[in-house]
């Protein structure tokens, strides 16, 4: 994801992060850093296979919950079509929820009846 205040772009590393050891300046991170917070962070229903470092993914929400973002990792960028994920990720498109599944700038609407549709992020 993008980081305004570190001007990061999506889809690159930010050069804070080190690989086994997080984030280098998680004590003097910007507010945008210290706001965030994933989706399987804030909610029970999401269990250990959801943890990013295992699925490959970021999950946050936009427009008042509205809108699902996954937010691949760019070396794992089709992870998300693995069990359990594709299909509980179809089932909520088909409930009625907007799922983009974003690999940096370019992405996918997951539709209702499980396909897909080229997407931009916007900015």
């Not at 850093?33 to 962070?41: A, K, V």
């Amino acid at each position: 994801m993008g980081v305004t205040a570190l001007d990061k772009p999506a889809g690159r590393w930010c050069t804070h992060f080190k690989k086994a050891q997080g984030c280098r300046i998680y004590n003097d991170r910007p507010t945008d850093c210290r706001i965030f917070n994933c989706l399987w962070l804030l909610t029970d229903a999401l269990d250990a296979d959801w943890k990013p470092s295992v699925c490959g993914f970021v999950l946050h929400s936009e427009a008042g919950g509205a809108r699902l973002i996954v937010e691949c990792d760019a070396a794992r960028p089709h992870d998300w079509r693995r069990a359990p994920y594709q299909a509980t990720l179809t089932a909520w498109a088909s409930q009625g929820q907007e799922v983009l599944i974003m690999t940096g700038r370019t992405g996918l609407r997951l539709l209702p009846d499980g396909e897909t549709r080229p997407v931009r992020r916007a900015g």
